[in-house]
């Protein structure tokens, strides 16, 4: 495809969502990974801007809240509909821009769609709790309450699915949404945006229920400082959600974190090895090594070490890598030039430290697309986990590290500053259950024969320590999203206090 083809079938992909053509243009350029030629731009706004954007939720927030929960929830049905039958042209989109390939950028809709579904089903379901009173004649329950306007900013990554995680959610319970995507994908974010105005408009529903900002830092400041906020989710770096946390709890905002991960895998002496193979190939090497969820770590028993770096190496030596446009193609392009820095200063790290890079690491050419980053996928075996295994590089580089005892496997799993997701390969009931207990793996995520990355919608998404604490989407996630009221309610007649309590 030339920039132009690039262009057209951006421009033909929005305007099937309903972006009008004036959105397309500003200051802001955005590039495609797949060859770095510009594609479009797009309005980039300030803090003011944003500011004016909270108001405007704010008062359309007022009014949503009062509308009941199941009426919200068909709000979102009809989203997950349009998300459906906009299938096609989001994941084109999904694959301009972020470089997804196929597959992949279709899985990443499906996940919109399902969130949706679960947001449904779910507006029916904002449970409180009764307790008993111990007063007789007197009633203790909790009800749940929408919050207010929820800030969300999103990263390059996951540029759909991750607001869909928030907004389906935020929106049956009742608040409004305020969407910095990331400036590496505003297209996408204008494509999501479109749609959901136009379900706003057909439900009658507040116009401002959902705004996006796209821009700068300028941006992110103005939703992070805004008393008129209070949830910020933010999905992205360690660095980034350093700032964002502490900013926020310092105007008592609550936030909900999502940041690096570095997540292993163990291999135990009775894995399947073929299914562990597919497993690890496609959580370490797929979306190039974007997701958070990306498998960084191999703990691999030193009996089948070899075996398996062997059916590993050949996997990687065949992996299709070029543009998400040829069919078959696997592994697509980095996002950025930055991207492709940090994976060849993690290599020389790793050699330094006396590392073996047992395949992959080099540059790979594409026809066409001489400013892109196109890589081969590496592995690495190193000798201990050091400083740069311990530290997240969004590129694929996975980290090959022996062990000989399944509790020296456990430590050097827990042995890194994050905690987002893990796995065991294993057929051994016992060590599969010493893997998930608590004194087993210390993630927010720990599976069993499957991979890192890909989890589906229902269980709550979100890991520990320096990847934030926060959980998203499924289980009782929504619950951040609402403010909990406590009511006690006394039908007896007589004022009666508690822990018996005498006065006047
Ligand atoms: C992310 O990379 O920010 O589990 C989210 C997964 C996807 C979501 C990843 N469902 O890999």
Redo the contacts with the bound molecule.
């Keep these: 495809m030339t920039p132009e083809e690039f262009r057209e079938s951006a421009r033909s992909a929005l305007k099937s969502c309903g972006v009008a053509d004036s959105a397309l243009a500003g200051a802001l350029t955005v590039r495609t990974p797949l060859t770095g030629d510009e594609l479009l731009s797009v309005h980039e706004a300030d803090g003011p801007e944003t500011d004016a954007a909270v108001r405007a939720a704010h008062a359309a927030y007022q009014q949503w809240q009062t509308v009941p929960a199941p009426v919200r929830g068909a709000l979102v049905k009809r989203l997950g509909q349009l998300i459906g039958e906009h299938k096609d042209e989001l994941a084109t989109l999904v694959t301009l821009e972020a470089g997804k390939i196929r597959s992949e950028a279709l899985g990443e809709v499906q996940?919109m769609i399902d969130v949706c579904d679960f947001a449904v089903g779910l507006s029916r379901q904002l449970y409180g709790r009764t307790m008993p009173s111990e007063r007789p004649g007197h009633r203790l329950m909790e009800t749940w309450h929408p919050l207010g306007v929820v800030g969300v900013i999103s990263?390059f990554?996951?540029p759909v699915?991750?607001w869909s995680w928030n907004t389906a959610i935020a929106l049956v319970c009742g608040d409004a949404v305020v969407w910095k995507p990331s400036e590496k994908t505003p297209l996408t974010a204008l494509a999501c945006t479109a749609l959901l105005d136009r379900v706003i408009a057909e439900h009658g529903a507040p116009a401002d229920l959902h705004r996006l900002v796209v821009g700068g830092r300028a941006v992110g400041e103005a939703l992070v400082d805004s008393a008129l906020v209070p949830l910020v989710s933010a999905?992205g770096s360690t660095r980034m959600g350093r700032e964002v946390g502490p900013r926020v709890a310092a105007r008592f905002g609550r936030s909900l974190l999502?940041l690096g991960g570095n997540n292993a895998a163990v291999v135990t002496p009775s894995a399947d090895l073929d299914l562990t193979t597919r497993a690890v190939v496609f959580a370490a090497a797929g979306?190039a090594g974007?997701?958070?969820?990306?498998l960084r770590r191999l703990i691999v028993h030193r009996s089948v070490a070899d075996e398996l770096l062997e059916k590993l190496t050949t996997a990687y030596r065949k992996l299709p890598i070029g543009s998400p446009l040829e069919s078959g193609t696997l592994v697509g392009p980095l996002i950025d030039e930055n991207s492709y820095r940090a994976m060849n200063s993690a290599l020389d790290a790793a050699r330094a430290d006396g590392g073996e890079v047992l395949v992959g690491g080099g540059r790979r050419d594409v026809p066409g697309a001489p400013d892109a980053y196109y890589v081969e996928p590496a592995i690495v075996r190193m000798p201990s986990q050091t400083e740069i295994v311990r530290t997240e590089t969004f590129a694929p580089v996975l980290y090959v590290l022996g062990y000989e005892t399944l509790d020296e496997a456990i430590a050097l799993h827990n042995d890194v500053p994050q905690g987002l997701?893990s796995g065991i390969f294993t057929r051994d009931q016992q060590e599969a259950e010493r893997f998930l207990a608590a004194d087993g793996a210390d993630c927010g995520?720990v599976n069993v024969n499957i991979g890192t990355?890909?989890?589906?919608i229902g269980g709550a998404?979100g890991g520990e320590k320096e990847t934030g604490g926060g959980r998203e989407s499924g289980s009782d996630a929504w619950r951040a999203y609402m403010r909990r009221a406590t009511n006690t309610i006394n039908a007896s007649g007589q004022l009666l206090l508690a822990q018996d309590v005498s006065f006047l």
């Design positions: 996940e990263a990554n996951f699915a991750v999905t999502e979306t974007q997701r958070c969820t990306t997701s995520i990355s890909g989890a589906e998404f």
